[in-house]
């Protein structure tokens, strides 16, 4: 249920959102000093924009997570997950494998990483695997991604192209 917080932040984010677009307008460069209020204004909107976007995507990962969560106690359901699960079906995959996995993925714990790593390479097929320990799902530190990125180009280059 909303509060009167919850809506004064969206009224905060609504700002934050007006000053950037009067910031991009062609005659805000026009006025140096409307641009520098404008620009200081952005600043400390940012200040408590950022950590409430975050919160709004840590809540719906949550809700994602529960409603995951009730699925998967619905026995149709699990059944249907079970069968069509990854590391069931390692043995179809025989091409070498490149998995990038966050150690704090709320949406794929790295156990799963971890089981279908294991059961492709049983079968004997090349597996590359990059976890990053301070990543969730997906990548978003710049360090990571280039990281990542310069293992991506590497398993291109020798998978791929074929090059040594």
């Not at 026995?75 to 997950?81: G, S």
């Not at 049983?122 to 590359?128: K, N, R």
């Not at 990571?144 to 998978?159: G, H, L």
Request: charged fraction near 30%.
């Amino acid at each position: 249920m909303p509060t009167d917080f919850d809506e004064r932040l969206r009224e905060v984010e609504a700002r934050y959102e007006q000053v950037a677009a009067e910031m991009a307008a062609p005659e805000a460069a026009s006025d140096l000093d409307r641009l520098r209020s404008l620009g200081m204004a952005f600043s400390d909107l940012e200040e408590i924009v950022t950590p409430y976007r975050a919160y709004l995507a840590a809540q719906a990962q949550a809700s994602d997570a529960a409603e995951m969560a009730a699925a998967e106690s619905d026995p149709e359901m699990r059944a249907f997950l079970e069968g069509i699960a990854p590391a069931k079906r390692a043995d179809r995959i025989t091409k070498p494998l490149l998995v990038s996995q966050g150690a704090n993925d709320p949406r794929v714990p790295l156990s799963e990483s971890d089981q279908i790593v294991k059961a492709v390479r049983s079968h004997g097929v090349p597996v590359w695997y990059l976890v990053a320990q301070d990543e969730g799902h997906g990548f978003d530190k710049k360090s990571n991604t280039d990281f990542q990125r310069a293992v991506v180009f590497e398993f291109v280059r020798r998978f791929l192209l074929g090059e040594k």
